[in-house]
């Protein structure tokens, strides 16, 4: 049985009030129609086609997937003519399932709960009951059965009193689909072709229309505004939180946890409150993270402990290392185990070898640095000249002394002592002292300069 995808995303997202396409929006860093398409690749859809209309290009390019099959629909014509668009596509799908671009989070338990239905039929829908279904399309039933969807718009009062509501979601097989699709009339009160008018033509064909139902209500809700993404957004939060300290990850405060992207992790983690993750990130075991701490794309080893507001990205931390407070990685550092990073240190394109310990206010890029090296306050690598970059290279167990600033490309051989306050130009050899700096004077006599006039 091959499942095809239609996602309809043709809508304008007027009420988003934004010049970006709505279904680039993001939910948790991703587009919301990346959502949906990850959705339909889980469910193990054999084609995934995506009906536009509005910023076409920019959804394209954004989305950038080559597997899928990008179907205009120049003018909305309505929910039927959308996915009739599509169904060129789908010529060789036995069942279609239709989601929609700007409904994000619909779980692959709910899905596949509505595939199952369509097992024994050709028609199933996904439907909810709600307290207030004012503006969507009710489902009519006659003594149980499914006879047909009328809009909110052409129901009758006693219709508009159904809670039973269409959430837009749907499956069926593919032939049937196309043949209901091109016998669709738009003699209604909006003038559309309605996709929901295929359920009266599945009844006429003596079809029982089977129904599932979502666990939650927010898995089929969509997003017209930016506070209805918020909400979403916030649910998807609490869910992947939830989900996290299931797997053994302590979160000091769910509500204040964010994660946009993965997070693998090991045992007995611990995320204090207002951590950030983004993109593919690895927390080894025992890893204890502080508050208000940014990782992104990084690799943390077992036992490491990063203090609080540390801002960590496209870095690696070996095992048992202490990051922070206030200590940001840049992009393509390698720290080995047991090595110290402390405050206002900021690290960049460098590889640390173990035990090595920068603890306060330095510079330290396109640098080497050995094993249990000490960096000491206020040293900075000058690793630009105004046009190149260049590197350091500091041996094993070099020691350099307080506000020292090292003159890419630089030398510091291993064992070797470099004095406080030097500016280091030319290699300093291992294992001896190398200082450059004015001699202390004292003057004998000297005053400080008094006030002259008034
Ligand atoms: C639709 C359903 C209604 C259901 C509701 C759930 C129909 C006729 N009605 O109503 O029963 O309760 O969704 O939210 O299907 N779209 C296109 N091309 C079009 C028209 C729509 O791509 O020509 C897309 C929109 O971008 C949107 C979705 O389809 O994502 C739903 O369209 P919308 O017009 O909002 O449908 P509703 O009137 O809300
Ligand atoms: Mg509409």
Not at 127 to 146: A, S
Not at 229 to 246: D, F, G, V
Not at 280 to 301: D, F, H, M, P, Y
Request: glycine letters at 10%.
């Amino acid at each position: 049985m091959k499942l095809g995808v239609v996602i309809l995303a043709a809508g304008q997202g007027t009420r988003m009030k934004s010049a970006l396409p709505k279904v680039l929006h993001n939910i948790a860093g991703r587009p919301l129609l990346a959502h949906v398409i990850d959705t339909a690749r889980v469910l193990g859809g054999d084609k995934v086609a995506v009906v536009y209309g509005h910023g076409g290009d920019r959804v394209q390019q954004a989305i950038a997937d080559p597997g899928l099959v990008w179907v205009e629909q120049a003018e909305q014509l309505g929910t039927g003519h959308a996915v009739e668009q599509a169904m060129f596509a789908m010529a060789d799908m036995d069942r279609v399932l239709v989601l929609y671009g700007d409904v994000p989070l619909t779980t692959q338990v709910t899905l596949n709960s509505l595939i199952h239905q369509a097992e024994g039929s050709a028609l199933a829908l996904l439907t909810v009951t709600l307290d207030d279904p004012t503006g969507y399309g009710r489902i009519v039933r006659v003594e149980g059965h499914v006879t047909r969807i009328v809009e909110q718009k052409d129901a009758s009062e006693v219709e508009q009193r159904i809670r039973e509501i269409n959430t837009g979601i749907l499956i069926a097989e593919r032939a049937k689909l196309a043949g209901w699709l091109a016998r669709l009339e738009s003699n209604n009160a909006q003038g559309e072709f309605y996709l929901t008018d295929i359920v009266a033509m599945a009844v006429d064909d003596g079809i029982e229309v089977k129904t599932a139902h979502p666990a939650d209500t927010f898995e089929v809700e969509g997003v017209n505004d930016r506070v209805q993404l918020a909400m979403l957004e916030r649910r998807h939060q609490q869910m992947q939180a939830e989900r996290l300290m299931r797997q053994g990850v302590t979160l000091r405060d769910p509500a204040r946890f964010d994660l946009r992207g993965r997070l693998h992790s090991g045992e007995d983690v611990e995320l204090d409150v207002n951590v950030l993750i983004e993109g593919e990130v690895t927390l080894g075991n025992g890893v204890r993270v502080g508050a208000n701490t940014v990782i992104r794309n990084s690799r943390i080893g077992d036992g490491v402990w990063i203090k609080e507001n540390c801002v960590i990205e496209d870095a690696v931390i070996g095992a048992d290392s202490i990051i922070g407070p206030f200590a940001r990685l840049r992009p393509a550092t390698t720290l080995a185990e047991r090595v110290h990073v402390g405050n206002f240190v900021e690290i960049k394109k460098s590889d640390v070898a173990a035990g090595s310990k920068i603890n306060h206010l330095s510079y330290i890029g396109d640098t080497t640095i050995g094993r249990s090296v000490n960096i000491g306050a206020g040293t900075i690598t000058c690793n630009y000249d105004g046009v190149n970059k260049f590197r350091t290279v500091i041996g094993d167990n070099a020691f350099i002394g307080s506000d020292t600033q090292l003159v890419a490309p630089v030398e510091v051989g291993a064992g070797a002592t470099i004095g406080a306050g030097s500016t280091i130009t030319r290699d300093a050899p291992p294992d001896t002292l190398t200082l450059s700096r004015a001699k202390q004077l004292t003057l004998k006599g000297w005053k400080r300069p008094e006030k002259q006039g008034d």
